[in-house]
């Protein structure tokens, strides 16, 4: 997982690091409690692992995916996808 330090993103496993674009534009899910930060743009195609999955949307079979824990610690992560080819993000609990 990459997280911004000093004006660039660094993975905190291996030391990667990337610098972060002027544009920024987030995608967010509401709860009771808080809002959650999904997807935004710094999450690039190329940093991403790639699955085959059904876009609900146009029906592509190739999608970005991210994994976030968007809920309490003792519930499952929240996959996060962006079609490959319409751009659209779904999650699956």
């Known amino acids: 997982m990459m997280l911004p330090r000093d004006g660039k993103y660094v993975c905190s ?3 990667f690091e990337m610098e ?3 544009k920024k534009e987030v995608i967010t ?3 009771k409690d808080k809002e959650t930060v999904v997807m935004s743009s710094e999450d690039t195609p190329a940093t991403l692992p790639k699955t085959r ?3 609900p949307k146009c029906g592509h079979t190739e999608a970005f995916y991210v ?3 968007t809920r309490a610690a ?3 992560e929240t996959m996060i ?3 490959c080819s319409c751009n659209h993000s779904w999650r699956e609990y």
């Open 67 to 69: 994994i976030r824990q």
């Open 20 to 22: 972060i674009g002027e």
């Open 74 to 76: 003792d519930e499952p």
């Open 29 to 31: 899910t509401e709860s």
């Open 81 to 83: 996808y962006r079609c």
């Open 53 to 55: 999955i059904l876009c």
């Open 13 to 15: 496993g291996c030391g």
